[in-house]
C-alpha cells in the first residue's frame, strides 16, 4: 500500500491534520487532540461532510512523559518507557484512501487486549459477521479482512441532494486488523465496540511466541461501496431503504455492479416502501450496461419521478436476464436478502415483502430540491416566493411560513429596492425589509 506524505502541523498547537480530501465527504483526519494542548495524544479524528458526522478514536495509554514526531509523513508516539508507540499515516486504499493506526509493542505485554477510547457524532456501527456456508453456497462472498469488521455510517444522510453528497451513507470502514512479528509471522485479531469503548483482543499464543517487537495494523478505509459481494439474477430486483430529507425530483440512481464476463443490463426502479410496495409513479428509469469492472453506474430518468420529505422509498434496480454482481453492507438483522426474486425487467412490478432485508445494498438516489412557494396577489398579478427549508447561508433575517407540519423560510432584506424584492414588506424592531422572492446575495 501507497503512503501518503498529507500530515501536516497545525500552527501553535500541540497536534496534525491532513489535507482535506476532495470527495463527497470532504474527508479530513486530525491527529493528536486539537482541544487539548496540554499533550500530544495518540488519537485520531476522523471528519466527514463538513463535521456533520466524526469519529475520534485515541489509545488508552499514559501520556505523561511521552513524545512524538513527523517524520517521512507519519505521525510517531512513543511512551515514556519506548516500550509502546503509535504510527499514524495515510495509504492509498478503498475509494478515496485510508488512515492506517499501528500501535508497535517492544516487549510481551501483560494483556493480550489493546484498548482505545472512542467519541463519535452522528454515527451508526454495523457489525460485519462471517457469512453462513448456506450464503456461500449462494454466491455471496467476502474478503477475509471484513469478517468481524464495521461499516461505519451516517446515521441520517444517505442519497445526494443540491451540494450534500451522501451517496450511500458510508462514512469509513474499519477493517479486520492483523498482528505481525519482526519475523513476519502474522495472525487475525478480533475486533469489538460496545459503546465509547474499541477493544483489538491478539491471540494469546501469538503473544506468547512472537519474536518482538509486534505490530498490531487496525486499518481505516475511506469508501462508500459495501464491503461484501452479493449475487443478482435475471429479473431480480435488487434495493435498499431511502428516506430524502427534503421533497424532489429524482434525477438518477447509481448502483454499483459488475459481472463476471461481459456487459449486462439493470433499470433503475423506485418502490414505495408501504404495502404493496408497488413502483411509484415514474419511478422506472433509465437503463444502463455493467462490466466487468467493478464500478459506480449511473441510470438516469428522462421523466423525473417524486418523493416526499421523510417518506421511506425502496431505491434500486431490475437486472435484465443473467447474473450481475453488487456490492452490500450488513444493517441490523440478517433474515434475506434485500432482494426480489419475481419481477420482470421488461415491466418491473412490485417487490415482495417476505424478502425484505436490512442490508445496506451500495446504491443510492440523486434528486433536486423542489422547494414550495409563497404566492401573493397585488393589482391583478401573482408573484411567487420560494421558500427554502433552512436559512441559506450569508442570510442576515428571515420570514418563517408553516405549511403542512414544516418550517420553511424566506429571505428578508432591508434594501426595499434589492433587485429580487417583492412588494411584500415586513416590518419587524422598527425596520422594514422585502421579502426576496429567491435566495439572493444580501446587500
Known sequence: MTKFNTIKPI?????????????????????????QQDQCYPQAKLIQWDNETNFSIRLKEDVEGSTNELKDGIFIWKSKDEKKEAHLYEIDIDEDGGLEFEVILHEKPSSNVIEYTLQTKGLNFFYQRELTKEEIDKGKSQPEN????????????????????????????????????????????????????????VPQSFIDNAVYPIKIDPTFGYTSTGSKTSSVYGDNASYTIGTPLNKGSVTKITYYGYTSFGTKNIKAVIWNYDSPYAVITNGVGGTAAVSSTQQWVDLTYSTEPTVNASDDYYVGIVNETTTISCKYDDGISYDGDASDSGNDYSSPGAVSPNVLADELISVYATYDIIYPKLYYRKGGSTTEITLYTSEEPGWHDSLRVRADG????????????HTNASDLRVRQSGTTYAVLTEDSTPS
Open 11 to 35: 500552527v501553535d498547537k500541540n497536534s496534525y491534520v491532513t489535507d482535506t480530501k476532495i470527495n463527497h465527504r470532504s474527508d479530513v483526519c486530525e491527529i493528536g487532540d486539537t482541544k
Open 406 to 417: 414544516a418550517t420553511y423560510y424566506a429571505q428578508l432584506d432591508s434594501n426595499t429596492s
Open 146 to 201: 471484513t469478517i468481524g469488521s464495521y461499516a461505519i455510517y451516517h446515521k441520517t444522510g444517505r442519497h445526494n441532494w443540491v451540494d450534500k453528497q451522501y451517496r450511500t451513507g458510508k462514512a469509513f470502514h474499519i477493517y479486520r486488523p492483523f498482528a505481525i512479528d519482526s519475523q513476519d509471522s502474522t495472525t487475525w485479531c478480533e475486533l469489538n465496540i460496545v459503546d465509547d469503548l474499541l477493544t483489538i483482543t
